[in-house]
Nanobody
Framework: VQLQASGGGLVQAGGSLRLSCAAS????????MAWFRQAPGKEREFVAR????????TYADSVKGRFTIFRDTSRFTVYLQMNSLKPEDTAVYYC???????????????WGQGTQVTVSS
């Protein structure tokens, strides 16, 4: 499956952004779709994921209550709605897919290109 991410940008603290990740190719109903992020000098970290079948969601504690992951199965697209953004949310955001029940980036075989999110204070 190929993934195409979009929607990053520059926003002030407290603002909102929505990221999109369009999937194409051999998408599977058994996939988990996730968002990860990587700030300069830091490791890539899990942000949120959604089960393509059933829509069950999981979030990192740092974004719980502020970010929402959801999918549009007709468009084969996953979204990350980010509200109440903080400067510490600044990072390159990546979407990824796996058939494994995992939050570890090592277990994700399919990756989209990153999209930069910058939150100014």
């Amino acid at each position: 499956v190929q993934l195409q991410a979009s929607g990053g940008g520059l926003v002030q603290a407290g603002g909102s952004l929505r990221l999109s990740c369009a999937a194409s190719g051999r998408a599977s109903s058994s996939f988990y779709m996730a968002w990860f992020r990587q700030a300069p000098g830091k490791e890539r970290e899990f942000v949120a994921r959604i089960a393509w079948s059933g829509g069950t969601t999981t979030y990192a504690d740092s974004v719980k209550g502020r970010f929402t992951i959801f999918r549009d199965t007709s468009r084969f697209t996953v979204y990350l709605q980010m509200n109440s953004l903080k400067p510490e949310d600044t990072a390159v955001y990546y979407c990824a897919a796996t058939t494994l029940d995992s939050r570890k980036y090592e277990n994700y075989a399919n990756w989209g290109q990153g999209t930069q999110v910058t939150v100014s204070s």
